[in-house]
């Protein structure tokens, strides 16, 4: 009995010893994985701090380009731009080139819902008109209150996040021109708007103008939603590889005519960054 008992007890003690060192295996493995996790997670913070601070300054040597030039520029344009070894390409975008949401009329918003929204028509000028009405409701000064910025569109009724996020790279705040756009400063996406939905269309007069064709024919957009307004407000977007396959799109809004505040020829509007994915090879 008692070398029963004593066997008992050994493998007892065996089993707890066993027990321990699994134990203990199971939180080094995840004390490793963690530890893992947060390197990775700080080499991709750093990546993105890197990629970013690349990207302006990339737009900053584009700016002290166009404050340089002696004419202005009016067509959306692709810089090539070098930074630290750094091959970049900074979109220079007019603000004329956009969707203002300010001041465009309930039919060109109407048209930008049903062609990029795929809302149908009835619902479209519904969104439209809901957006001319919040935009032109008193503040305590008497004034229109208008949009600050785009994202004050997601406090429109009937305008959810999905829709905003379809629209928000086509649309500003900013501008504040005649309410239509100028084609020649407008990205693909918004000439398919002015096209009514034509996309084939809208490709001829994006390749015409990027390649500077003279006397890009429009005449196929609606002559309602479209003038050849120039401005001093611009977007600049610097595309900055992350090193994964994806890419950093740091941007910045600017007007060239306001920066006697800052000590700068140019006033920062508006900053933003975001990632891009790295295309599935699937």
Do not use: C
């Amino acid at each position: 009995m008692s070398q029963r008992k004593t066997h008992i007890q050994r493998g007892m003690a065996l089993l707890i010893v066993l027990w321990t060192v699994a134990a203990l295996s199971l939180l080094v493995t995840g004390l490793v994985q963690s530890v893992r996790r947060e390197v990775k997670l700080a080499a991709s913070s750093r990546d993105f701090v890197v990629a970013d601070a690349l990207g302006q300054a990339a737009i900053h040597l584009v700016l002290q380009q166009l404050v340089a030039k002696p004419e202005a520029v009016s067509s959306l344009v692709q810089v090539d731009t070098l930074f630290q070894g750094v091959a970049m390409k900074v979109q220079v975008l007019p603000l004329s080139g956009l969707i203002d949401i300010n001041s465009a009329s309930e039919a060109l918003l109407s048209s930008l819902f049903v062609v990029v929204g795929k809302r149908d028509s009835a619902d479209a000028e519904a969104l439209a008109r809901a957006v001319s009405e919040y935009r032109a409701q008193k503040n305590g000064r008497g004034q229109p209150r208008g949009f600050e910025a785009i994202e004050d569109l997601l406090q429109v009724p009937g305008v959810v996040y999905p829709l905003y996020a379809k629209l928000k790279s086509l649309i500003t705040a900013d501008y504040r021109g005649s309410g239509r756009v100028n084609p020649l400063a407008a990205p693909s996406d918004v000439l398919v708007v002015l096209a009514g939905g034509d996309w084939q269309r809208a490709l001829q007069i994006s390749q015409a103008r990027d390649a500077g064709q003279v006397g890009v024919d429009t005449t196929s957009l609606n002559a309602n939603f479209i003038d050849s307004a120039s401005t001093k407000r611009f977007r600049l977007v610097a595309r900055v590889p992350l090193g994964n396959g994806a890419w950093l799109l740091s941007s910045r809004v600017v007007d060239l005519g306001d920066g006697a505040k800052t000590g700068l020829p140019w006033r920062t509007l508006n900053v933003e960054r975001r990632v891009e994915p790295a295309l599935s090879k699937g």
